[in-house]
């Protein structure tokens, strides 16, 4: 669902760039919205007023403890255009949602030295249901395929090349 409350079964969209960040999420289960979180897993973002320490590096909840992962999650952000409207959207992912998405980003990579770009793919992005024993949820699903013209895409990764 998008801001304006319309739904799709799927979408058509190009992936101008991709960006590693992390996000921590308050511990109270009622409370579960982001308290700190970094766009390049390097400094805090703007958009918190109050981050937890001034780099990632310095956050008491960025470390692994052996082999626990970190309290602070970590998050990919792509930047895509919507291919019918044209629309720039943020898609971020984490969790169980990061693996699928590795995925795509890797069937791209390995056309790099061919030198293609993430904004040279289209993506039917969909939803797909995971079922196991005591729990659900979904994961996203892309179908490549490649364009044979990419110029308007790469006009608006020039474009929004710098954007957080």
């Not at 969209?13 to 289960?29: H, M, P, Q, T």
């Not at 005591?134 to 395929?145: Q, S």
Request: proline share 9%; with cysteine.
């Amino acid at each position: 669902m998008n801001l304006t409350g319309e739904q799709f079964d799927e979408v058509q969209v190009v992936f101008l760039k991709v960006i590693k960040g992390r996000v921590y999420f308050a511990e109270d289960a009622n409370e579960r919205k982001p308290l700190c979180g970094s766009p390049d897993r390097i400094k805090p973002s703007h958009r918190f007023p109050q981050p937890i320490a001034p780099t990632c590096t310095e956050c008491p909840y960025s470390p692994w403890n052996g082999m626990e992962p970190p309290v602070c999650n970590e998050t990919y952000n792509l930047l895509g255009v919507m291919v019918d409207l044209g629309l720039p959207f943020w898609w971020s992912v984490k969790s169980t949602a990061i693996a699928p998405t590795k995925r795509f980003l890797s069937a791209i990579a390995l056309r790099a030295r061919l030198g293609k770009n993430l904004f040279d793919a289209q993506a039917t992005l969909r939803s797909q249901l995971v079922a196991m024993p005591g729990k659900k949820y979904h994961v996203p699903a892309y179908t490549l395929t490649w364009l044979k013209d990419s110029s308007l895409y790469r006009e608006l990764y020039e474009q929004y090349a710098h954007e957080e």
